[in-house]
């Protein structure tokens, strides 16, 4: 699935190899900050260049 290719690589790229881990517990805390980053803030161009989440909250309004 293309979708699923193209957000492992940006997990990849962006939280991976960005990062240096200490503990897995030190891993969790880093990828879930990456995430919730990726998910509130970052703009996706296939979402109409909105975050996921303000995509979400739209299109959930509206029963889509």
């Known amino acids: 699935n293309a979708r699923i290719e193209f957000f492992n690589s940006g997990l990849r790229e962006e939280g991976l190899k960005t990062n240096e881990f200490i503990s897995p517990e030190n ?37 889509l």
């Open 27 to 63: 891993a969790k805390e880093k990828l879930v900050k990456w995430r919730n980053n990726n998910n509130e803030y970052c703009l996706h161009s296939a979402l109409t260049h909105l975050p996921p989440s303000e995509f979400a909250k739209n299109h959930t309004a509206y029963g």
